[in-house]
C-alpha cells in the first residue's frame, strides 16, 4: 500500500505477539484460566487480571463490524475494525479494495503490510 | 453523597476570539479566568480551588497556577478526559465544596490549534509508544474523523440511520449560529449543503464535523452561601456522572457511548428526567456525536435518534429539545478541540435567561449539559452534568 504507517514500537511485554508478526502469523491471546480472548494483546487477561495468557494463531479470516474511508488523505485508505473467530474485534485496515464496494459483515482474510523501520503489521482484504 | 444542591456555577464566560495567533495559551487560559470572575463578582484573591485539563501547559495545573498567582488554593485537580473533561470538573469542583474543601473553584480551558494549523481530525500523528494500545493502533491512522466515521457506519448498518438524519444536527446548530455574532461559521445551511459537502471520512462530511477554533472558557463553581451573596442569578448543580468506555478488552460495540451510564448516574442523583429538560448541551465534535449521546442519554429510545433529530427537533423555537444554541462546535466554536466547558457555558447563559433572545428557551429552569472526550470509536470519556435555576 502506499501510505507510509508509523512503525509500531513493540514492548517487552508483546515480544512474543510481534515476532509471530514478522513470522506471517497473527496471535490472538486468550486467557487460560477464564477461557476467553482478547485484544489487544496483554500480558494480564482484561477480563480476569490471570496471567495465564497464551497465544493462539487466528484462522485468519474475518467479517468488517465498521470501516471508515478517508478519499482526501494524501493517500486514501480505509480503517475498519473486523471481527475475527477467535472472538475478538481488531483495529485495522482493509487494503487492496475499491472501498466504494466495502459493506459491514463482508467476509475480509489476513494479509500483512511492510512497515518501514518497524514489524509488518496485520491488514485485511476482501475474501 | 451528593452534590445535590451544594454548589452553584456562580460565573462563566467565553472568550470571544475565534483566531488568537498574537496571544498564547497561558494568556487565553488567564484572560478566560479574568472573564468568568468578572461574570461572578468575585477576583483572584477569592479563589482557592483550581481545576484545568491537558489543555493547560505545564504540569497539571502546577504551571497555570503560578501563572496567575494563585496563592489561596487547597483544592486542585487537573483529570484528563480530553472535551468532556470540563463537565467533569465541575462535578469534583461540587465535590470539593460539599466536602467543605474549597468555596470557590475556578475552571478553565483554552487553545489554538487554529492558529498552529492542526489538521485536528484528520492528520495523523504518532503516538506515545508507553501509551499500551499505540503499538497497536497507530499504524492503521485512527484519527478522530474515522474513529467517528466507524460509528456513524455501524449505526446506519443497525439501525437504518441516514446521512440526511445526521445533516440536520448540523442544520438546527446553524440555525443558532446566525445569531452567535462571535460564532466562526454564522450561514443557516440546509440537509442538501450537509450531503453535498465534501466526503471526510466516511459517511462523514465536512459539515458533519466541527469547527477548528482559537479561544477557551472559565466557570466558577461556588458554595451555596458565596453563589447567594453575588448578585448573579442562581444557577445550582443537581447531578453529575461520569464514566469511561472502551473497547472492553476485545468486544467492542459501537453502537453506544458512555453516556449510557454517565447520564444514568446523573438522572439518579439530579431526579429528574429527559422530559423536565429545557435545554440541552450536546457534545458536538460530529454530528453522530450528538444523535448517539441523545439516544445513551435517553431522550429517545436507542436506534431512533435518526428520526428524533431530524426535521427541526433540535432548533429553538420549533423543535422539542432545543440544543447548543450558541451553534456549539459544529458552528461557533470548539476551543482547544475541546467543546466540554462552551457546553456548560451555554447552558448557564440558557438558566440565567441571558441566551440570545432568538434562540432563549422561555422558562428555562431545568438544563443538561453532557460532554464525550476522546475518540468514541477507540476509547473515550463520558461527563453529564444536569443544572437548576433556582
Known amino acids: ?127 | 453523597m451528593s452534590i445535590k444542591g451544594k454548589a452553584y456555577i456562580a460565573g462563566a464566560y467565553e472568550h470571544p476570539t475565534r483566531k488568537a495567533p498574537d496571544k498564547s495559551v497561558a494568556q487565553l487560559h488567564a484572560e478566560c479566568a479574568a472573564g468568568a470572575l468578572a461574570d461572578a463578582g468575585l477576583t483572584k484573591d477569592d479563589v482557592d480551588g483550581y481545576v484545568c485539563a491537558g489543555d493547560a501547559p505545564g504540569m497539571g495545573p502546577i504551571n497555570m497556577i503560578d501563572y496567575m498567582n494563585l496563592n489561596k488554593l487547597r483544592f486542585m485537580d487537573s483529570t484528563d478526559v480530553g472535551g468532556s473533561s470540563y463537565l467533569l470538573h465541575v462535578a469534583h469542583a461540587a465535590q470539593a465544596i460539599a466536602a467543605g474543601r474549597a468555596n470557590v473553584v475556578l475552571i478553565t480551558l483554552a487553545g489554538r490549534p487554529r492558529s498552529e494549523g492542526q489538521a485536528t481530525g484528520t492528520a495523523p500523528r504518532a503516538g506515545n509508544p508507553m501509551v499500551p494500545d499505540t503499538q497497536f493502533e497507530q499504524q492503521y491512522a485512527t484519527v478522530t474523523a474515522n474513529g467517528y466515521g466507524m460509528c456513524a457506519a455501524r449505526h446506519m448498518y443497525e439501525y437504518g440511520t441516514t446521512s440526511e438524519q445526521l445533516a440536520w444536527i448540523k442544520v438546527a446548530a446553524s440555525h443558532h449560529a446566525q445569531y452567535n455574532p462571535h460564532a466562526m461559521l454564522r450561514d443557516v445551511v440546509t440537509v442538501e449543503d450537509v450531503i453535498n459537502s465534501p466526503m471526510v471520512a466516511t459517511p462523514l462530511h465536512r459539515l458533519d464535523c466541527c469547527v477548528i477554533s482559537d479561544g477557551g472558557g472559565a466557570l466558577i463553581v461556588t458554595s451555596p452561601e458565596i453563589a447567594k451573596s453575588l448578585k448573579r442569578p442562581l444557577v445550582k448543580v443537581i447531578g453529575a456522572g461520569e464514566s469511561p468506555k472502551g473497547q472492553m478488552g476485545g468486544l467492542v460495540d459501537l453502537t453506544y457511548s458512555g453516556a449510557v451510564r454517565s447520564g444514568a448516574q446523573a438522572w439518579a442523583e439530579a431526579g429528574v428526567k429527559p422530559a423536565d429538560i429545557k435545554y440541552a448541551s450536546i457534545y458536538d465534535s460530529f454530528t453522530i456525536t450528538v444523535l448517539m449521546q441523545l439516544e445513551d442519554l435517553g431522550f429517545c429510545a436507542k436506534g431512533q435518534g435518526g428520526k428524533f433529530v431530524a426535521d427541526g427537533n433540535l432548533i429553538s423555537g420549533v423543535g422539542k429539545l432545543p440544543f447548543n444554541t450558541d451553534g456549539g462546535g459544529l458552528c461557533n466554536n470548539h476551543p482547544a478541540n475541546r467543546g466540554g466547558i462552551t457546553k456548560v457555558i451555554e447552558a448557564v447563559r440558557q438558566l440565567r435567561g441571558e441566551a440570545h433572545p432568538k434562540v432563549q428557551v422561555p422558562n428555562c429552569d431545568i438544563a443538561l449539559a453532557h460532554g464525550t472526550g476522546g475518540m468514541l470509536g477507540t476509547r473515550h470519556g463520558s461527563a453529564t452534568l444536569i443544572m437548576e435555576r433556582e
Open chain 1, 1 to 127: 500500500m502506499a501510505r507510509k504507517m508509523f512503525p509500531s514500537v513493540p514492548s517487552a511485554e508483546n515480544a512474543a505477539f510481534w515476532a509471530a508478526c514478522d513470522a506471517g502469523t497473527l496471535m490472538v491471546p486468550k486467557c487460560k484460566s477464564c477461557g476467553k480472548s482478547h485484544w489487544y494483546p496483554r500480558a494480564l487477561c482484561p477480563h480476569c487480571f490471570s496471567d495465564q495468557v497464551e497465544l493462539v494463531a487466528s484462522a485468519g479470516t474475518g467479517v468488517i463490524y465498521s470501516f471508515s474511508h478517508m478519499p482526501r488523505a494524501p493517500e486514501p485508505y480505509t480503517v475498519a475494525y473486523v471481527t475475527v473467530p477467535e472472538g475478538v474485534t481488531i483495529l485495522t485496515n482493509i487494503v487492496d479494495c475499491d472501498p466504494a464496494t466495502l459493506k459491514i459483515g463482508q467476509a475480509v482474510k489476513l494479509t500483512w503490510a511492510k512497515v518501514e523501520g518497524g514489524p509488518q503489521v496485520w491488514c485485511y482484504t476482501p475474501a
